[in-house]
């Protein structure tokens, strides 16, 4: 089944492309045990451009990462082939279908954010081949947009430091080691977790997506973060008790997995 964005949403509607970029990069986001994919630890991936085209507001590169060769769409920006380029918390998309090109991609890489290096190691400013008419973005090199368009949402924030000293573990609930340790005998039934946000990014895919720790487990073993999609709005560093269904290693496709979430669960911040 085909993925299809419909020609007339990409200059009428930046603001839903600018969600659909965000959706992309946070749901990339995964635990560090992860399958292995052509992006790194940060969820970045770095190659040349093979080619290149630009089309109803978005900028297309195939990029060779040196082992892969990759496609990836961000808002339209100025490259040519042969170009580095850097490619910013990319979330694959299979079985995408661009109805303004008219071309099916096995997968696609949405970002927020594409960075053109030789652009940038020959000091040149680069920017968004955008639509005319619209007033300039802050830290972007005279971009454009439809008159009156809000501005576009920035790229998905980096987890932050969070003190998470004094975190009660939840009455009846688990840590959020435990429910890895126990995945596999927890996966479908219920489980009560308290925690402190440490990354959040709203109404991604109609959904609220935390990473949520308490201090148990370590970044190491991959254990010490809990994803959760939720209905709720919330803040990092927010101490919030979370009820939901635990899935263990949900698949998204295109090699990347989480080992352990919890969809669609109830939030409470304290």
Known sequence: MKTKLKTEWFPKHFLTLATLIL??????AADPS???GPAD???????RVLETMTTGGYTYVQVDTGSQKIWATTTAFVVNKG??????????????HSQSLNRDFDVVYFSGKISNNSAAATGAQVAPVLPPGHPPLTGQASPVLPAGHPALAEPAAPMMKVDLTGIKKATGGKTVEEIFA???????????VRGKVVK???MVMGKNWLHV???????TKGNNDLTVTTDTAAQVGDTVLVNGKVSADKDFGAGYK??????NATVTVE
Request: aromatic share 8%.
């Open 200 to 202: 959040y990014n709203a």
């Open 23 to 28: 959706a992309v990069a946070v749901a990339r």
């Open 34 to 36: 992860a399958a292995s």
């Open 258 to 263: 989480y080992s352990v979430i919890l969809d």
């Open 41 to 47: 630890a940060a969820g970045n991936f770095t190659g």
């Open 213 to 219: 720790q308490d201090g148990s487990g370590s970044a």
């Open 83 to 96: 170009d580095r380029v850097t490619v910013f918390d990319g979330m694959p998309m299979a079985n995408f």
């Open 182 to 192: 126990a995945k596999a005998s927890l996966a479908g039934k219920p489980v009560a």
